[in-house]
């Protein structure tokens, strides 16, 4: 009896972090029930997303069009909040490793989050569709999330880009892998149907940015919204190590988001004195 109740709870202890990730054994490695020495030299760093995130390694073709959807998010400059944070973390003492965290740390909703929120409006206007009526179903979506109060459509449109470089040559990429049979393109015209509901909405052309054809990408390849945050993060990470390596060997110290000289603009009360000090 003590024994059982011994093997339970060794059972127990051991099915707390059960995983169909990895198993590993003094000197064994496997991922996925692959050898890792098998893996190594073999299989590309995208095969190695896919196979971890989705428990299959991908076709080669499939593994391209992750890793051509990851190259262009790398980084998008100094000024992009992520980057400047990693720059700034350095400046104030952070190793890599803790402005690396902070940088991640604000890709949110806001700043990170448009590609995630973008495959979901794609999925949404995808099970809308199931006639196969594109046009019909992104009016419908779009109109839901209108009246939910989202005026600001992601993956459409640039504050920087009028027009985002980065954009056609990744749909160059999905219509290859159309024509070769590597993915439905059904997502590639639910975006394109999304880009021509926005210009007729807002009486202008109001372009697919990087997110919006990720988002194409990501949904083409079978990912879940939540993931193609993730993998977002993952290309965004590169440039955010690059920057903060940079920071670090600029040796600048206390970098602030201006230059000193640059004031900020204060909005409050004029200039006055701490009245007297009044009797209770």
């Not at 003492?93 to 495959?119: E, F, K, R, T, W």
């Amino acid at each position: 009896m003590e024994l059982n109740l011994e093997a339970d709870r060794l059972q127990k202890a051991s099915d707390w972090w059960s995983t169909s990730i990895i198993d590993i054994h003094p000197g064994k490695i496997a991922i996925r029930g692959y050898p890792v020495e098998q893996l190594i030299g073999r299989a590309r760093f995208p095969d190695m997303i896919w196979l971890m995130l989705r428990g299959e390694l991908p076709s080669r073709a499939q593994s391209d069009l992750l890793e051509a959807a990851l190259v262009p998010g790398v980084d998008h400059g100094p000024h992009a909040p992520s980057i400047a944070i990693s720059r700034m973390a350095v400046s104030c003492g952070l190793p890599v490793n803790g402005a690396m965290a902070s940088a991640i740390n604000v890709l949110d909703d806001v700043h990170g989050g448009a590609g995630q929120q973008c495959m979901q409006l794609y999925l949404d206007i995808a099970s809308e569709s199931l006639d196969g009526d594109f046009a019909r179903a992104t009016e419908a979506v779009l109109a839901r999330w209108r009246a939910a109060g989202i005026k600001i459509i992601p993956g459409f449109g640039h504050r920087f880009h009028p027009v985002d470089p980065r954009t056609a040559p990744l749909f160059g990429l999905v219509e290859r892998a159309v024509a070769d049979g590597v993915v439905s393109g059904r997502f590639a015209a639910i975006g394109r149907a999304v880009e021509t509901a926005l210009a007729v909405a807002k009486g202008r052309h109001i372009p697919m940015n990087i997110d919006g054809i990720t988002a194409v990408i990501f949904c083409e390849l079978g990912f879940e919204p939540e993931l193609g945050r993730g993998l977002f993060i993952l290309s965004r990470s590169v440039g955010i190590l690059a920057h903060a390596w940079e920071q670090k060997q600029q040796g600048a110290r206390i970098k602030g988001p201006m230059p000193k000289e640059i004031p900020y603009t204060y909005t409050g009360p004029a200039r006055r004195e701490l009245p007297p000090a009044r009797e209770a």
